[in-house]
RNA sequence: UCGGGGAUCGUCUAACGGCAGGACGGAGGAUUCUGGUUCCUCUAAUCUAGGUUCGAAUCCUAGUCCCCGAGCCA
């Protein structure tokens, strides 16, 4: 152990593994597994649990098997399991070999089933939903044993191979394991282990028509495949005395043990894959990898990298306690890993005109510009400056506010790598809004800096107008204006009506031109975009804002502006 | 009225009977050709009440509050 090294945290999942290697359990191995329902997209909160079990098969040399819990083939789907591997995979980790799903081990199941009825521990149950959960009780009054919890094994053996066999339509059997009709726990009353399911299923077709539960179908699956530490979330901690049940009276020689974590919440955000179905289904985002979805596909649509995504996993720990985590947490982890590998560009997303009245006609001047200001490994590209140029809208005010160090009448400012300029006039249309800036440039001031030496506090992004290319900008801000949009009345109706704003007639520098679909930069002093994956073309640029910048000046503007009137600003953005 | 789990800065998370620490956020400052980055400083917590102990976030007792559980969902 390093004793100067940042120290890892050992949470408690990490503990109960060095517990279980020091005593010898399971002969020193380590085995997890991560295993989705392919009835959804997997989100951030997977990627917790993606981390977390590939994670810590990693850290102790032993292994993560993908496995499909693929039990109900009424709700689940190809559509789902191939965009699942295609996000674990993004998110970094390969299960190798070692793909699996529950349905592979339908026969094996069936045979413990059997198995259990043969020992008196399992029986086939022939009345409705409705009267079985009749007779399960509630948390307050014992559960009542069912008129066939005693019929010979015989007998149960028969019906259950006749429901195999289809004889029987949904609903009209079950098969329940016998344990105890009183037990506070909800879950040891007699569980269903079987349903009858005329459904295909989507690997197995219409081989089997009846169908494990869940509790029935898990930890078998994860001894058959000798997994030692079965870690889920704290909904299932119930379950474990059914889970640990199934496994013991089977006879597995080295039973998985259940460990339960507390689920990812994230401010301003939904991560329930009910209510992110509902946002698809309903048209309030554009699919499921809608850039402002917390899906794996939307993130990756977004312009999250998994580094940040993996780092965001690490940094918010494993730990028993129900918590929200702060999305800006999600964010800084982002800003952080996009600061150190974007290329800087320019792009001027609400253009103004800017005539340089003292520069030549026709010349032309080809500056390069380092494409990262702290990496020089990463280059340079060159960027054109001629006599008329695009600004941002929002970085000339006719009259300055205090602090205000960007153009203004009569004010210098630096343009990026290139050089001073001064305001001397601004054109305004019939409306009154203002359309170009006269300007005159400092000729010594080439490369961005004087040679006198005076400090000039203003540098702005700018694009020669005759050079640029036109690109579309789509800006996205948090989906929720609550910040737990459970706590509204209706999830829907805290919905960020400004989650989504597209800027068309952006320009950007020249050196962007053909950039390919979902390449990421920073355009200076705005924040990072990424192409998008799906609509942009080198000839025809969309690029996405995955986040903006930290904007000082905005958080200033503000505090003068509730400092001075009442009417306080509603400034956001991500 | 039952069973299971959980309570530490605003948020997330450490501590394993011995100085309540880190991160995010917030506030302030330094540096800066991005009002970015970086750096520095500050901010702020042990659910309550008793007990054990030289010493308690940690052990004990009694409360309080929160979460999960009555699908032929997972």
């Avoid at 592979?104 to 089933?113: S, W």
């Avoid at 009825?117 to 409705?128: F, R």
């Avoid at 964010?331 to 800017?354: F, I, Q, W, Y």
């Avoid at 949009?485 to 800027?503: C, R, W």
């Amino acid at each position: 152990m390093s004793e100067n090294e940042k120290q890892e945290s050992v949470h408690f999942i990490k503990e109960i593994v060095n517990d279980d290697l020091a005593s010898g359990k399971n002969d020193g191995r380590v085995a997890t597994r991560f295993p989705p329902e392919p009835n959804g997209y997997l989100h951030i909160g997977h990627a917790k649990s993606i981390c977390l079990n590939f994670g810590l098969a990693a850290e102790y040399g032993g292994t993560c098997n993908l496995r499909f819990d693929d039990t109900n083939p009424s709700t689940e789907d190809v559509e789902y399991v191939e965009s699942i591997m295609q996000d674990v995979r993004w998110l970094g980790f390969d299960w190798e070999d070692r793909l699996h799903y529950a349905s592979d081990y339908f026969e094996d199941l069936y045979r413990f089933a059997v198995g259990l009825i043969e020992k008196g521990k399992a029986y086939v149950d022939s009345q409705s939903d409705e009267e079985i959960a009749a007779q399960r009780g509630d948390f307050y009054h014992k559960g009542k044993e069912s008129p066939h919890r005693d019929r010979p094994a015989r007998e149960s053996l028969d019906l259950f191979g006749r429901m195999r066999a289809g004889e029987f339509e949904d609903g009209e059997h079950v098969l329940r394991a016998k344990i105890d009709m009183s037990s506070g726990n909800m879950n040891m009353r007699d569980p269903i282990m079987y349903r009858i399911r005329h459904a295909a299923h989507h690997r197995t077709g219409d081989e089997w028509c009846i169908y494990p539960m869940y509790d029935f179908a898990h930890g078998e699956s994860d001894a058959i495949e000798k997994i030692t530490h079965s870690i889920c979330t704290l909904e299932f901690e119930g379950h474990r005395p059914l889970y640990d049940w199934y496994v013991r009276e089977i006879g597995f020689d080295q039973p998985p043990r259940q460990i339960e974590f507390a689920r990812l919440n994230l401010t301003y955000t939904v991560l329930s894959k009910r209510k992110l179905l509902q946002l698809v289904d309903e048209d309030l985002v554009q699919g499921w990898d809608d850039p402002r979805m917390p899906s794996i596909s939307g993130l990756r649509r977004r312009g999250y990298t998994p580094e940040s995504i993996r780092a965001f996993c690490d940094r918010i720990g494993v730990a028993k306690r129900d918590n929200v985590v702060d999305v800006s947490l999600l964010e800084h982890c982002l800003r952080e890993h996009l600061n150190d590998t974007s290329p800087r560009a320019m792009g001027v997303l609400r253009p103004l005109k800017v005539v340089i009245e003292n520069f030549p006609e026709d010349e032309v001047i080809w500056f390069d510009c380092p494409n990262h200001p702290e990496d020089p490994s990463m280059g340079t590209r060159k960027v054109p400056l001629s006599r008329e140029i695009l600004v941002e809208r929002d970085d000339f005010r006719e009259e300055a506010p205090k602090k205000w160090f960007r153009l203004s009448p009569d004010r210098e400012v630096r343009l990026r790598y290139a050089c001073l300029i001064t305001c001397r006039d601004f054109v305004k249309d019939d409306s009154g809004e203002v359309v170009e800036l006269r300007c005159t440039w400092d000729p010594d001031s080439r490369g961005g800096s004087a040679p006198d030496g005076r400090k000039v506090r203003g540098t702005l992004h700018w694009v020669s107008a005759a050079h640029a290319v036109p690109a579309t900008v789509r800006l996205y801000d948090r989906l929720f204006l609550q910040e737990n949009p459970m706590e509204a009345e209706d999830f829907k109706s805290t919905i960020n009506p400004d989650s989504l704003e597209v800027l068309e007639g952006c320009r950007v520098e020249p050196s962007l031109a053909g950039t390919e679909a979902g390449s990421r930069c920073q355009f200076e002093r705005l924040g990072y975009f990424c192409t998008d994956a799906k609509d942009s073309r080198g000839d025809a640029l969309v690029f996405n804002r995955t986040a903006s910048l930290r904007d000082t000046w905005a958080k200033i503007e503000k505090k003068m502006r509730s400092g001075s009137t009442s009417a306080p600003s509603s400034s956001r953005g991500s």
